[in-house]
Every structure is written in structure tokens, then in C-alpha cells.
């Protein structure tokens, strides 16, 4: 972590706002900076418009708005662009949007005829707003990146879930095995294998013909061995813990899962308490529901130390490639 020292001689150009998205975690940013939140008032009129008030200079300033896209997904995009349009007419001098969650990140491409690329059309959005870079954690697809006009540093959730599962398990490690939920996820799975020194298998999902059950194939020898399942975000689960049965069915012994993003929509906290999965760790980079907080078998890990180095970084323009983390 960079000494708050080095941040000293700046730090009266460099100012954190956030949304109302997740307050939490932008306080708990700033308390690892040893820095204040910045004073503004986001709200709505009656008639649900969103307002917006800052309630202090940021001409000249290096300004980072922190918000992520989460469900209310709509709404909280709109604060996103109207915070920083109305940072950028108020003279700051370079505005970063800090993105946790990235919504929209789903739809990146074409998969059928007249189908929208929304991911595209929200970095667009952003910056026309005005932001000047994006600092984002786990982009569901690495392409979207490239969507982008302006610099895009991109942070990756892999190192702190290593560090989670090291210090929990320590050299059994070794014989444990990591599991990619689908092929397209094969890449971070095996990136996060590298780093905790476990094996790799993947789990190959099939319909044979149209209107019949998905067939789950494992692919590598899980008979026996602690898993743990891999992946970016968790929406409904659905895919999550129907790959978690299929581990169990092939052997496996016990099985653990995690990902970056909590989205938890729909039925997802009953499926993964009707699951085999022994824990679910996901970082806050989305705010728990009640029923999430509820439920026994999930963990949240903070992402705050790695978000507040990250923006120090780029505060001071330092290098990424020798984060802690």
C-alpha cells in the first residue's frame, strides 16, 4: 500500500463523492485513505427525477465518483452520469468514475438479429457525461474495456480471494481443486488455480435438443476433492448451483464457490441455500440485501483496500502492475 504521506502534499486536489448506490463501501474507501467523503446531496424531485447538490468546490480537483450499477440499475446509472456532469460544470479538473459493479456488462455483443449492444451504449454515456477514465473491478466480458474512448483501469478480485482461501484452508490448497461453472469462464479460473496452487476443472453445460434439460459434463477428475467454483458475478444462481450438484454427483467432496459480484436477484438466496455449496464468498462490491445478510452460507469479503490503493494510483500516477493486491 502506498504511504498516506505521499498523499499529503496533494490531497487538497483530491476529492471522493459517491452515489447512493453503496455508501458503505465509498465510506470504508475513504477511511483507508485517511480522507473525507465528499459532501453533496443526491436525491429525487416528486416526480422521481434525480437531484443532485454538491456542497463544495471541486474546481481544479482531482475528482473520483464512486458508484456502482447495481439493481436499482437504472437509477443508479442516472446518478452516476448526472454526478459527474455535474462535476465537470462545476470546473473538476480530471473525473474518474469509479465503477465496482459494472450493470449492463451482460449484453456485449450481438448473439441474434436486431440485438442491442447495451454494454456499448453505457460507455458511451459515461463518457459523454464527462468522465475522463473508469476505474472498474471483474468486467464480465474483458472486451468491454475496448468499448471504451477514454483510459480504463481494470481491477481484478482473483488476489483477494486467494488471500481469503489461503488463509482458511493454508497448504490444503495443494490438494484442492478450482472449477470454472462454464467455458467461457475457463481463463479466470484458471488464472485464480495459479494463485492458490490447486488443480483445474471445468464444468460443460449441454442441451442436447430444444425443450430438454441441460446436461451438466465434468471435465477433469473432481472424485474426492474440495472444490471451489469460480466465477465473475452472481445473478439468480441458477447456473451456479446447478454446477455445484454436479461436482457432488461426480465425487467431490466438499464445495465452496465465489465471485466478485453479488447480484442475487430473483431466487437466488433460496438456491443457494438448497444448494450443496458449503459457502459463497463475494466481495461488497454490491451491497447485501436483508435477505442476504440472512443467509449462513454466504461471506462477504471487502474490496475497500484494494479500491483506495487503486485510486491513490491514479491520483499520483503510479504504475498497477506492483499493487499489493
Known amino acids: 500500500m502506498i504511504s498516506h504521506t505521499d498523499l499529503i502534499s496533494h490531497s487538497k486536489d483530491l476529492k471522493v463523492f459517491a452515489g447512493n448506490s453503496n455508501p458503505e463501501l465509498a465510506k470504508a474507501i475513504c477511511s483507508q485513505m485517511g480522507i473525507k467523503l465528499g459532501e453533496a446531496e443526491i436525491g429525487a424531485f416528486s416526480d422521481g427525477e434525480i437531484s443532485v447538490s454538491m456542497y463544495e468546490t471541486v474546481r481544479g480537483s482531482d475528482v473520483f465518483v464512486i458508484q456502482s450499477t447495481c439493481m436499482p440499475v437504472n437509477r443508479n446509472l442516472m446518478e452516476l452520469l448526472i454526478i459527474i456532469d455535474a462535476l465537470r460544470r462545476a470546473s473538476a479538473n480530471r473525473i474518474t468514475a469509479v465503477i465496482p459493479y459494472f450493470g449492463y456488462a451482460r449484453q456485449d455483443r450481438k448473439t441474434k438479429a436486431r440485438d442491442p449492444i447495451t454494454a456499448k451504449l453505457v460507455c458511451n454515456m459515461i463518457a459523454t457525461a464527462g468522465a475522463d477514465r473508469i476505474l472498474a473491478m471483474d468486467l464480465h466480458a474483458a472486451q468491454i474495456q475496448g468499448f471504451f474512448d477514454i483510459p480504463v483501469d481494470h481491477l481484478l478480485g482473483g488476489g483477494i480471494f486467494a488471500r481469503y482461501y489461503a488463509q482458511k484452508f493454508g497448504s490444503e490448497c495443494d490438494n484442492m481443486m478450482v472449477v470454472s461453472p462454464d467455458v467461457g ?14 488443480g483445474l476443472a471445468i464444468v460443460d453445460k449441454r442441451r442436447p435438443k430444444a425443450n430438454e434439460s441441460v446436461v451438466m459434463n465434468v471435465i477433469g477428475d473432481v472424485k474426492g476433492y474440495d472444490c471451489i467454483l469460480v466465477d465473475d458475478l452472481i445473478d439468480t444462481a441458477g447456473s451456479l448451483c446447478n454446477a455445484a450438484l454436479a461436482l457432488v454427483r461426480n465425487g467431490a467432496h466438499n464445495v465452496y464457490a465465489c465471485a466478485s459480484h453479488g447480484v442475487l436477484s430473483g431466487r437466488a438466496i433460496e ?14 462490491t454490491i451491497p447485501p440485501s436483508d435477505a442476504a445478510k440472512g443467509c449462513k452460507k454466504l461471506r462477504y469479503l471487502d474490496a475497500a483496500p484494494l479500491f483506495a490503493e487503486a485510486i491513490e494510483r491514479v491520483f499520483q500516477n503510479l504504475p498497477f502492475s506492483s499493487m499489493s493486491v
Open 185 to 198: 469462464s475457463v481463463g479466470r479460473a484458471r488464472a485464480f488455480a495459479q494463485k492458490i496452487h490447486a
Open 271 to 284: 438456491h443457494i441455500t438448497e444448494s450443496p455449496i458449503q459457502e459463497l464468498a463475494l466481495l461488497n
